[in-house]
């Protein structure tokens, strides 16, 4: 037998420029980050989207790379867990509340000031002020 292998998790407070996530539907991941998280479209080509809020390159890129029969995200396989967004107020943290109920995203609160939803891939993202 081999030897065991613990699961590698990065350290709290871990900060990255950008995420890149394997999607189904490129197309249909970015309008999602879109308009629940108001970030805007930078490039796209049919296989990618590259998004971010204000003048940045990009937050977050989505890619089909993985193929379009790519299996929804189930939790607790290797890969990754969810990711984290910081925002700077309450207000606009509200802001992405009412984005998500407006497309129907289920919302789990963690916390008066942290919560998660859940894209159309099963990708977790946890949304929370500023510390």
């Known amino acids: 037998m081999g030897e065991r292998v613990e699961p590698f998790i990065l350290a709290e407070g871990t900060r990255m420029g950008h995420i890149h996530l394997s999607v189904k539907d490129s197309r249909k991941s970015s309008q999602f ?4 998280l108001g970030l805007e479209d930078k490039f796209s080509v049919p296989s990618a989207s590259w998004i971010a809020a204000g003048d940045y390159h990009h937050h977050l890129a989505v890619n089909e790379w993985g193929g379009k029969g790519l299996a929804p995200r189930k939790q607790g396989l290797p890969g990754l867990a969810y990711y984290v967004i910081e ?4 207000e606009e943290l509200l802001t992405i509340v009412q984005r998500a109920q407006a497309v129907a995203t289920p919302i789990k609160w963690l916390t008066s000031s942290q919560l998660e939803i859940t894209d ?3 990708i977790v993202t946890r949304i929370r002020l500023a510390r």
């Open 33 to 36: 980050y879109q308009k629940v």
């Open 87 to 90: 925002v700077a107020s309450k």
């Open 120 to 122: 159309p891939d099963g």
